[in-house]
């Protein structure tokens, strides 16, 4: 498996994907203009990773989303979901800063329905 | 046993009888009655395969009924996150807002407020008095007390001044140790009064530093907007007046000439 790295701008996360620790790692704000390109790539570089290795780590430091990057986010969480109840190892790792208690509410909305191990966890 | 089955059982029985084995209607009657029974087989198996194309339609239109319910559960999902992310994103503007427009120390307006709301009341032509409101000494507070001290000061002065105002009116900081006081609809001796009730609340507001207690004043500067007078024009009467109630020995209200 290649790494996928997608540098990030002021619209968009910084994603890094790597398969030697096998995580991926996204921080920042979403809101482009095409969340779906941006995106697809990271759940097809999840699938081939999940199609080989038995563990993967989601570490977020995501604070604003807009509406299709949340549909996007399901989707991911979906794939991983699929994988946990395949028996793989799968974790997600939300942090998120302790001064906006909302952003841990969001994550809370997307865990929920989820039997993944789902961490929310604040920061500073 | 039905009706049907009776008549059948007794032509049946009436075949397998060798006393009309040569009758003429023994012959037709098997034939017909031959014909009878592969009709029933035929009306047998038309009913078991249409059951199970409804079977099957039932079963699809059930699927697709929860592959519906799944989506909208799932756009209901999307919809309801993504209207707090847009609350959350309303807040931190609103907060920006006013974070952008008020004092973190005092909390007051600050000065781009201040002079914004004086600015559109004189761009309405609203008849209004101002006052520019400084701390007497307020250096000396800090090098005897601290600038700890100081900001203490300064919320004490800015509640005292702020507290007793209706809801047109306004003070916002100004500067370091220095107010500006707006009153809509009001004339210069209205005016004179509530600066001169304003300026004799301040002490007894003042905080204690250390079981000693500030011993702090204000010097007022005030001045009615005359006839089509610029929002400089009068700023810069007020704080004429404010330096001639320093000169004239502070804790006092001095009006624009």
Excluded at chain 2, 213 to 241: M, P, Y
Aim: aromatic residues 6%; charged residues 25%.
């Amino acid at each position: 498996m290649t790494d996928l790295k997608i540098a990030g701008s002021t619209s968009t996360p910084t994603i890094q994907c790597t398969a030697q620790p096998s995580r991926v790692h996204m921080k920042g704000d979403s809101y482009p203009e095409n969340a779906f390109d941006l995106f697809q790539p990271v759940l097809q570089w999840m699938e081939a990773q999940l199609a080989s290795a038995d563990t993967l780590t989601m570490d977020l430091e995501l604070v604003y989303l807009n509406t299709s990057s949340v549909r996007i986010m399901m989707d991911l969480f979906d794939t991983l979901e699929e994988a946990h109840k395949d028996g793989r190892k799968v974790i997600v790792n939300w942090y998120y800063d302790a001064r906006n208690e909302r952003v841990a509410e969001l994550a809370e909305e997307f865990k929920e329905d989820l039997t993944l191990p789902f961490h929310i966890l604040p920061q500073g | 046993m039905n009706a049907a089955s009776d008549s059948e059982a007794r032509i049946e029985a009436l075949l397998a009888d060798p006393a009309y084995a040569d009758h003429p209607l023994r012959e037709p009657l098997a034939q017909l009655y031959r014909q009878f029974q592969e009709q029933i087989r035929h009306l047998d198996r038309i009913t078991r395969i249409s059951d199970r194309y409804q079977n099957a339609a039932q079963r699809e239109a059930s699927s697709l009924t929860e592959r519906l319910n799944k989506h909208l559960k799932q756009v209901e999902k999307i919809a309801r996150i993504s209207d707090r992310y847009q609350s959350m994103l309303q807040d931190l503007n609103k907060r920006l807002e006013h974070e952008s427009t008020h004092d973190t120390l005092t909390g007051l307006p600050n000065r781009r407020l201040g002079l914004s709301r004086l600015s559109a009341l004189i761009a309405a032509d609203q008849p209004l008095s101002i006052a520019l409101v400084d701390v007497d000494h307020f250096k000396r507070v800090n090098d005897a007390f601290g600038h700890e001290a100081g900001d203490q000061a300064l919320t004490a002065v800015a509640r005292a001044l702020r507290d007793p105002l209706g809801g047109t009116e306004m003070v916002a900081r100004w500067g370091g140790e220095e107010f500006l006081l707006i009153w809509p609809q009001t004339d210069l001796a209205s005016a004179i009064e509530h600066a001169q009730a304003l300026r004799s609340a301040v002490p007894a507001q003042m905080p204690s530093i250390d079981g000693r207690i500030l011993r702090t004043t204000v010097s007022f500067g005030l001045a009615q907007r005359r006839d089509g007078e610029s929002v400089n024009q009068l700023l810069r009467r007020a704080d004429a007046a404010l330096y001639a109630a320093k000169d004239a020995g502070r804790d006092r209200v001095m009006v624009a000439k």
